[in-house]
């Protein structure tokens, strides 16, 4: 009895995950589905999406999302960025630089 209680303890330590969490997951584990998905992603799910896709390292599915941000303002300076994230950091700036964002804002061409 007693080792049945610990076992049940310990599993409801563990965190689940969301089903928000989950469906990211889903998605990015297929990426030409995502990245053919964006058009279609409602503007809601594309911060929880965007985080799930630069902490998993999905680079392209994360240049890609950049392209089609919904938002006025793409704030990663949140993400915690370690020295693993750089190649990822890169990507998100390739698709600022493929939409002509990241110099509009610096003043250059």
């Not at 409801?12 to 589905?33: F, I, V, Y």
């Not at 929880?48 to 938002?71: C, D, E, N, S, Y």
Request: positive net charge.
């Amino acid at each position: 009895m007693e080792a049945n209680r610990f076992r049940f303890t310990k599993m409801h330590q563990k965190a689940t995950a969301t089903l928000l969490e989950l469906a990211a997951r889903s998605l990015l584990s297929n990426e030409p589905a995502a990245i053919r998905a964006l058009e279609e992603l409602p503007r809601d799910l594309f911060v929880p999406l965007f985080i799930a896709a630069f902490l998993g390292g999905h680079k392209k599915i994360l240049t890609a999302m950049v392209r089609v941000w919904p938002f006025r303002c793409l704030h990663v300076g949140t993400l915690s960025v370690r020295e693993s994230y750089y190649e990822i950091v890169e990507a998100v700036i390739d698709g600022l630089i493929s939409v002509g964002l990241l110099f509009q804002h610096l003043g250059s061409p």
